[in-house]
């Protein structure tokens, strides 16, 4: 299985073509853009999340923890004082650092059901339904941040399947073959079907995906992004003159 630089790398470098086919296309505000890079990096180191020594699952449970607290804070700031509001943010932040981590790590296995094809679909509807209802984005912005979050966790299964075929040696796969990339385990039928039975769930938490599907098959986006494939009449227009001192510009 690739390593936590490869997976990073990967999914950097995927969500950065598919940000830069927005910028090109003028499909979203540059500011969206970086956010929609920073997610799909996101989705791309997500399924390690199921590793107990993993660098995934201590920053995600670390920054879950804190931002947790200060949630917990901003809802009954009006009511308490604020050595109560310190002893809520601590209480919140050591049982979702320790308690809820010790507790996920015990009843998940490294590889298992989160490391799956329903599992990053989950966790892009999460995204989807969280922007839509937690921070207020429209539908088509909501959707675009869980998309980024899912093919970012996609490409990280599609690594661990290739690092899983061995190019050099007389066994061409290796015993790890088809288990990043796939439905689900026939072993944990339950876990399965609980695992689909919440997709579809935070599916129908999610806005309409019309607005998304309407912007991706713009005629007018395609259209641009064609256009800008080659340059111009001229390569990098307006680029000397802003890289270059006005004096010798003159000349």
């Known amino acids: 299985m690739a390593d936590f630089n490869t997976h990073l ?3 950097a470098t995927v969500s950065g073509l598919a940000a830069t086919v927005l910028v090109m296309t003028g499909m979203a505000p ?3 853009v970086v956010g929609y890079f920073v997610l799909g990096v996101i989705g791309g180191v997500l399924p390690d999340i199921d590793s107990p020594t993993s660098v995934p ?3 995600t449970f670390n920054v879950l923890a804190v931002v947790a607290g200060f949630l917990l804070v901003f809802t009954f700031g009006a009511r308490y004082s604020l050595l109560e509001l310190i002893i809520l943010w601590l209480g919140c932040y050591f049982g979702i650092r320790y308690g809820l981590r010790k507790l996920f790590t015990r009843y998940t296995t490294h590889r298992g059901l989160i490391h799956s094809i329903p599992a990053g679909v989950g966790f892009g509807l999460a995204t989807v339904a969280l922007a839509y209802h937690g921070f207020n984005a429209a539908a088509a912005h909501a959707w675009t941040c869980g998309a980024f979050v899912t093919v970012g966790f996609l490409v990280h299964l599609l690594l661990d399947e290739f690092y899983s075929v061995n190019l050099y040696g007389k066994k061409m796969l290796k015993n790890s073959f088809g288990t990043a990339f796939c439905l689900g385990s026939f ?3 339950v876990g399965t079907a609980t695992l689909y039975l919440a997709v579809i769930g935070l599916f129908l938490l999610c806005p309409s995906p019309r607005p998304f599907a309407d912007l991706v098959v713009d005629r007018v ?3 641009n992004m064609i ?3 080659l ?3 001229t390569w990098f227009p307006g680029f000397l003159r802003r890289v270059t001192p006005s004096g010798l510009t003159n000349r």
Request: proline share 10%; net charge positive.
């Open 9 to 11: 790398m990967g999914a």
């Open 30 to 32: 540059h500011q969206a």
């Open 57 to 59: 699952i201590r920053i």
């Open 187 to 189: 072993n944990q039928p």
């Open 221 to 223: 986006h395609s259209g």
């Open 227 to 229: 256009q800008r494939l």
């Open 231 to 233: 340059p111009g009449e």
